[in-house]
């Protein structure tokens, strides 16, 4: 969480509408408090129009950090073609007004983004719910599936394997080999409620089952024992595991193709 946060969220939600209700059921308000400043139709669409390229988010950690270093590290990793305004909107809750379609679609829809490791999770924001209300679901990354035979290479079987992993959003079938292996890639969400998945199973009548490797690119910090976000094995229950309580590890992790040097 950061460090230093101020209360935050829309007054006009559900649930500050009816704390303030329970409240004005003891208060007698002056005539000067009850005095109303109105926004015009005009001026909502107005709000709303440059409410377009608005994005909520927060660090998937309990640790705390500092909302000023968070600001800085995503400016320079987004790097887009105008700073975004940043403000903190509650206790690890963070609002960010970008100035582009460009620039909102970078943020909103590429990623993975990770903040010293932990995943950044990202949502749409229309500016009018209450910032403590909305749901993050997880964050989308690119994983590959290993090891399938080239007569079951096929979209429709990959995309049942896919939904496996997690929701799937694209599909590449013949990826440029950028990492080692044989395999297909793909944009799945991955939520991080969910434990990460390990292999997925082909079942091919007459032939049996085939186990396939699930790996990933650029994942955020993972448990090694119980294989969600947010948190590595030493912080999972008393931090004590014996190597073979450690299911989840680097086996999981995409390994990047090294350029051998030219003589």
Not at 85 to 102: D, Y
Not at 144 to 169: N, S
């Amino acid at each position: 969480m950061a460090a230093s946060s101020e209360a935050g969220g829309s007054g006009l939600a559900k649930e500050s509408d009816s704390e303030i209700d329970d409240l004005l059921k003891h208060l007698d308000l002056r005539d000067d408090e009850l005095d109303d400043v109105v926004i015009g139709a005009d001026a909502v669409k107005e709000f709303q129009k440059e409410a377009r390229w608005v994005a909520i988010g927060k660090v998937h950690t309990k640790r705390t950090f500092s909302a000023e270093a968070l600001f800085g590290k995503m400016k320079a990793l987004w790097n887009l073609s105008k700073d975004p305004i940043c403000r903190e909107a509650g206790e690890n809750l963070f609002v960010f007004q970008m100035h582009c379609l460009g620039d909102w679609k970078k943020v909103v829809h590429q990623g993975p983004w990770t903040f010293r490791g932990w995943a950044v999770l990202i949502e749409d924001y229309d500016g009018w719910e209450d910032p403590e209300k909305i749901s993050f679901r997880g964050l989308f990354v690119w994983a590959q599936i290993h090891g399938i035979p080239e007569l079951y290479r096929k979209v429709h079987v990959v995309d049942d394997l896919a939904r496996r992993i997690g929701k799937t959003k694209d599909v590449q079938m013949s990826p440029k080999l950028f990492y080692e292996g044989n395999y297909v890639r793909i944009r799945v969400l991955v939520e991080v409620s969910n434990h990460l998945t390990r292999v997925v199973s082909l079942n091919v009548e007459g032939e049996g089952k085939k186990r396939l490797l699930v790996k990933y690119e650029k994942i955020p910090f993972f448990c090694k024992h119980c294989g969600l976000m947010g948190h590595n094995h030493e912080e999972c229950g008393d931090g004590v595991w014996s190597k073979k309580e450690l299911q989840y590890g680097d086996f999981m992790l995409a390994t990047r193709h090294v350029n051998p040097q030219t003589v």
